[in-house]
């Protein structure tokens, strides 16, 4: 069974700094890239990260670069999204997510998020003051 648990979730003040974790397992972890997806209250899904399968590649949509950062660790099958200068609009429910379509990250896939084949159960995170 296929499973992807997210962790690290919850309440910061602005500014400050989470970290997320996804725990994978029942596939194939270190042959696919994987992925950060957020949605916010009232809104859809929108890509935040990206690592290639070899961690040699890491992707941050233009909204979080500088303050987000992605990682893995292959032996631990467990992938890392770094939160740092967090704002309010950061606010959302935070999955990990695989895009099982390809072995490779693929760029325009970014804007198909919803058709990843594996995804977690999402973890709450909120900005607020």
């Known amino acids: 069974e296929v499973q992807l648990v997210e962790s690290g979730g919850g309440l910061v003040q602005p500014g400050g700094s989470l970290r997320l974790s996804c725990a994978a397992s029942g596939f194939a972890f270190n042959r696919y890239p994987m992925t950060w997806v957020r949605q916010a209250p009232g809104k859809g899904l929108e890509w935040v990260s990206a690592?290639?399968?070899?961690?040699?590649?890491?992707y941050v949509a233009e909204s979080m670069k500088g303050r987000f950062t992605i990682s893995r660790d292959d032996a631990k099958s467990m992938v890392v999204l770094q939160m740092n200068s967090l704002k309010p609009e950061d606010t959302a429910v935070y999955y990990c997510?695989?895009?099982?379509?390809?072995?490779?990250?693929?760029?325009?896939?970014?804007?198909?998020?919803?058709?990843?084949?594996?995804w977690g159960q999402g973890t709450q995170v909120t900005v607020s003051s």
């Open positions: 997510a695989c895009d099982t379509a390809s072995y490779t990250f693929t760029q325009w896939r970014t804007s198909r998020v919803s058709t990843y084949g594996y």
């Open positions: 690592i290639t399968r070899d961690g040699g590649g890491t």
